[in-house]
Nanobody, 127 residues
Framework: QVQLVESGGGLVQAGGSLRLSCAAS????????MGWFHQAPGKEREFVAA???????????YYADSVKGRFTISRDNAKNTMYLQMNSLKPEDAALYYC?????????????????WGQGTQVTVSS
């Protein structure tokens, strides 16, 4: 089991930046993918970005089209912490952001492949 705690959410003006953090504890040696998802009010939870372990390549990153070029996902293995740097924020980025952990090999975006989830951190973007 992996425990995840998100932080870093808040209120920012459109065009601004925020950095989210996700601290992992427990069986982090089982990690193949860690990802960020978000859920806006009245909408389904959606994939945002993830970082996946591939033995031949090490860590690879991948993103939803809506955030490519604006968001950057990264990981500090020594701290067991994942980050999401969000730049050029738009009002449509406002949502509750969740960190998630998967033991599934490969670059998955499927929520069902992520077995551990954090409680979420709120991001609000004012226009």
């Amino acid at each position: 089991q992996v425990q995840l705690v998100e932080s870093g959410g808040g209120l920012v003006q459109a065009g601004g930046s925020l950095r989210l953090s996700c601290a992992a504890s427990g069986r982090t040696d089982t990690t193949y993918v860690m990802g960020w998802f978000h859920q806006a009010p009245g909408k389904e939870r959606e994939f945002v970005a993830a970082i996946s372990w591939t033995p031949a390549i090490s860590w690879i990153t991948y993103y939803a089209d809506s955030v490519k070029g604006r968001f950057t996902i990264s990981r500090d293995n020594a701290k067991n912490t994942m980050y999401l740097q969000m730049n050029s924020l738009k009002p449509e980025d406002a949502a509750l952001y969740y960190c998630a952990h998967s033991m599934v090999r490969g670059s998955t975006r499927r929520q069902a492949d992520f077995g551990s989830w954090g409680q979420g951190t709120q991001v609000t973007v004012s226009s």
